[in-house]
């Protein structure tokens, strides 16, 4: 397949991802103006508003997994000098899942756990951290690539060709 070809399904994956994203935004907007939203479920503390758009939340974290999962194979094909690059989109795709997740389900977790809010907050640092780590190491392991293609691209080789100097005796032109 051509870059262009690959480039073009990268675009349409992409756009495909906002759109399913813009409307279920669009979904838990209109869920928080729905006449029962402040209704409590569960317990007082939780209303039909926040535990259906944590459910919302949950499909927009699948969606956004799925997503990366199928741009894997395009990227690691287009980004051809970092080795494993559809790798270390997943695992962004899964740091931005964490992050987004965190927010997303604490209105509808927190109620349940008054006392131990830090259990929640330290699992969710274990696995940002986790996956910081991940991407620390593959950008690390894929640094001498990265470093080649960037000397290449900035400072193409050129064959030295010795001249002769004023003198006869051969110089060389670095």
């Given at each position: 397949?051509?870059?262009?070809?690959?480039?073009?399904?990268?675009?349409?994956?992409?756009?495909?991802?906002?759109?399913?994203?813009?409307?279920?935004?669009?979904?838990?907007?209109?869920?928080?103006?729905?006449?029962?939203?402040?209704?409590?479920?569960?317990?007082?503390?939780?209303?039909?508003?926040?535990?259906?758009?944590?459910?919302?939340?949950?499909a927009a974290i699948v969606v956004f997994i799925k997503a990366g999962l199928n741009a894997r194979v395009t990227v690691d094909e287009l980004a051809y000098w970092l080795p494993g690059a559809g790798t270390l989109l997943n695992y962004l795709t899964g740091l931005a899942a964490v992050l987004f997740a965190y927010s997303a389900f604490q209105a509808v977790v927190f109620p349940f756990i008054r006392d131990f809010e830090w259990v929640y907050q330290s699992l969710f640092l274990a696995a940002t951290l986790f996956l910081?780590?991940?991407?620390?190491?593959?950008?690390?392991?894929?640094?001498?690539?990265?470093?080649?293609?960037?000397?290449?691209?900035?400072?193409?080789?050129?064959?030295?060709?010795?001249?002769?100097?004023?003198?006869?005796?051969?110089?060389?032109n670095d």
């Open positions: 397949m051509s870059k262009k070809d690959l480039a073009a399904n990268l675009a349409v994956e992409t756009l495909k991802t906002a759109i399913v994203l813009a409307t279920l935004l669009f979904i838990s907007r209109f869920i928080e103006a729905l006449p029962f939203s402040g209704m409590p479920v569960l317990n007082s503390a939780v209303t039909a508003a926040e535990l259906l758009s944590a459910f919302v939340a949950a910081l780590a991940k991407i620390a190491l593959h950008v690390y392991g894929a640094s001498e690539s990265v470093s080649r293609f960037l000397i290449s691209v900035f400072h193409p080789y050129k064959e030295a060709q010795p001249q002769p100097g004023p003198a006869g005796d051969i110089k060389n």
